[in-house]
Protein backbone atom coordinates (compact mmCIF):
# COMPACT_ATOMS: atom_id res chain seq x y z
CA UNK A 1 0.00 0.00 0.00
CA UNK A 2 1.04 3.52 -1.21
CA UNK A 3 1.25 6.17 1.27
CA UNK A 4 0.87 9.68 0.01
CA UNK A 5 1.82 12.52 2.54
CA UNK A 6 2.27 16.68 1.54
CA UNK A 7 3.95 19.05 3.15
CA UNK A 8 5.32 22.84 2.09
CA UNK A 9 1.85 25.05 2.22
CA UNK A 10 1.65 28.14 3.89
CA UNK A 11 0.07 31.56 3.45
CA UNK A 12 2.21 34.11 0.81
CA UNK A 13 1.90 37.12 -0.77
CA UNK A 14 1.40 37.67 -4.58
CA UNK A 15 4.51 37.24 -6.82
CA UNK A 16 5.97 34.56 -3.97
CA UNK A 17 7.66 31.41 -4.43
CA UNK A 18 6.88 28.24 -2.76
CA UNK A 19 7.47 24.64 -3.00
CA UNK A 20 5.23 21.37 -2.26
CA UNK A 21 6.51 18.06 -1.53
CA UNK A 22 4.98 14.78 -1.42
CA UNK A 23 6.54 11.89 0.10
CA UNK A 24 5.54 8.61 -1.04
CA UNK A 25 5.99 5.65 0.98
CA UNK A 26 5.66 1.89 -0.03
CA UNK A 27 5.13 0.23 -3.20
CA UNK A 28 6.13 3.21 -5.29
CA UNK A 29 8.01 1.67 -7.91
CA UNK A 30 4.87 0.34 -9.37
CA UNK A 31 4.00 4.06 -9.75
CA UNK A 32 3.31 5.23 -13.59
CA UNK A 33 2.84 9.02 -12.37
CA UNK A 34 2.05 11.70 -9.60
CA UNK A 35 0.17 14.39 -10.04
CA UNK A 36 -0.61 17.58 -8.18
CA UNK A 37 -4.38 18.88 -8.12
CA UNK A 38 -5.43 21.13 -6.52
CA UNK A 39 -9.19 22.88 -4.95
CA UNK A 40 -9.96 26.20 -3.95
CA UNK A 41 -12.93 26.83 -2.10
CA UNK A 42 -16.34 26.51 -3.57
CA UNK A 43 -14.92 25.05 -6.96
CA UNK A 44 -14.30 21.57 -7.88
CA UNK A 45 -10.57 19.90 -8.07
CA UNK A 46 -8.81 20.97 -10.89
CA UNK A 47 -5.55 19.53 -12.63
CA UNK A 48 -2.66 21.18 -11.92
CA UNK A 49 0.48 19.45 -13.18
CA UNK A 50 1.79 15.57 -13.76
CA UNK A 51 5.16 13.98 -13.97
CA UNK A 52 5.57 10.30 -15.14
CA UNK A 53 7.51 8.03 -12.21
CA UNK A 54 10.04 6.53 -14.58
CA UNK A 55 10.53 8.54 -18.07
CA UNK A 56 9.94 12.20 -16.19
CA UNK A 57 7.62 13.44 -18.92
CA UNK A 58 6.24 16.50 -17.69
CA UNK A 59 2.42 17.57 -18.28
CA UNK A 60 0.60 21.19 -17.25
CA UNK A 61 -2.58 22.89 -17.09
CA UNK A 62 -2.82 25.69 -19.05
CA UNK A 63 -3.10 28.10 -15.74
CA UNK A 64 0.07 27.48 -14.50
CA UNK A 65 2.59 26.58 -17.71
CA UNK A 66 5.43 28.76 -17.13
CA UNK A 67 5.50 29.54 -13.20
CA UNK A 68 5.02 25.90 -11.86
CA UNK A 69 7.38 23.11 -11.87
CA UNK A 70 7.26 19.72 -11.08
CA UNK A 71 10.08 17.23 -10.83
CA UNK A 72 10.94 14.15 -8.94
CA UNK A 73 13.64 12.36 -6.72
CA UNK A 74 12.86 8.86 -7.03
CA UNK A 75 15.64 7.73 -4.51
CA UNK A 76 13.58 9.98 -1.92
CA UNK A 77 10.19 9.12 -3.42
CA UNK A 78 9.22 12.67 -3.38
CA UNK A 79 7.61 14.72 -5.87
CA UNK A 80 8.19 18.78 -5.80
CA UNK A 81 5.87 21.08 -7.04
CA UNK A 82 7.71 24.29 -7.48
CA UNK A 83 5.57 27.54 -7.61
CA UNK A 84 6.49 30.96 -8.64
CA UNK A 85 5.11 34.11 -9.31
CA UNK A 86 1.82 33.08 -7.16
CA UNK A 87 -1.58 34.60 -7.86
CA UNK A 88 -4.37 34.85 -5.66
CA UNK A 89 -6.26 32.25 -7.57
CA UNK A 90 -3.58 29.54 -7.26
CA UNK A 91 -5.02 29.53 -3.63
CA UNK A 92 -6.40 26.41 -2.41
CA UNK A 93 -5.88 22.69 -1.13
CA UNK A 94 -3.24 21.37 -3.16
CA UNK A 95 -2.95 17.49 -2.82
CA UNK A 96 -0.81 15.09 -4.90
CA UNK A 97 -1.78 11.89 -6.34
CA UNK A 98 -0.68 8.82 -7.96
CA UNK A 99 -1.77 6.29 -11.05
CA UNK A 100 -0.70 3.12 -11.94
CA UNK A 101 -0.97 2.94 -15.67
CA UNK A 102 -1.52 5.98 -18.18
CA UNK A 103 -5.14 4.56 -18.65
CA UNK A 104 -6.45 4.48 -15.07
CA UNK A 105 -7.67 6.56 -12.19
CA UNK A 106 -5.63 8.45 -9.53
CA UNK A 107 -6.58 5.97 -6.86
CA UNK A 108 -4.30 7.20 -4.64
CA UNK A 109 -4.57 10.33 -2.96
CA UNK A 110 -2.63 12.58 -0.13
CA UNK A 111 -4.85 14.62 2.47
CA UNK A 112 -3.23 18.29 1.38
CA UNK A 113 -1.25 20.91 1.83
CA UNK A 114 -3.29 24.45 2.45
CA UNK A 115 -1.59 27.09 0.01
CA UNK A 116 -3.03 30.89 0.24
CA UNK A 117 -1.67 33.71 -2.17
CA UNK A 118 -2.61 37.00 -0.10
CA UNK A 119 -2.63 40.03 -3.06
Known amino acids: QVQLVESGGGLVQAGDSLRLSCAAS????????MAWFRQAPGKEREFVARITWSGGDTYYADSVKGRFTISRDNAKNTVYLQMTSLKPEDTGVYSC????????????WGQGTQVTVSS
Open 97 to 108: ARRLAPTTPYAT
Open 26 to 33: GRTFSSYA
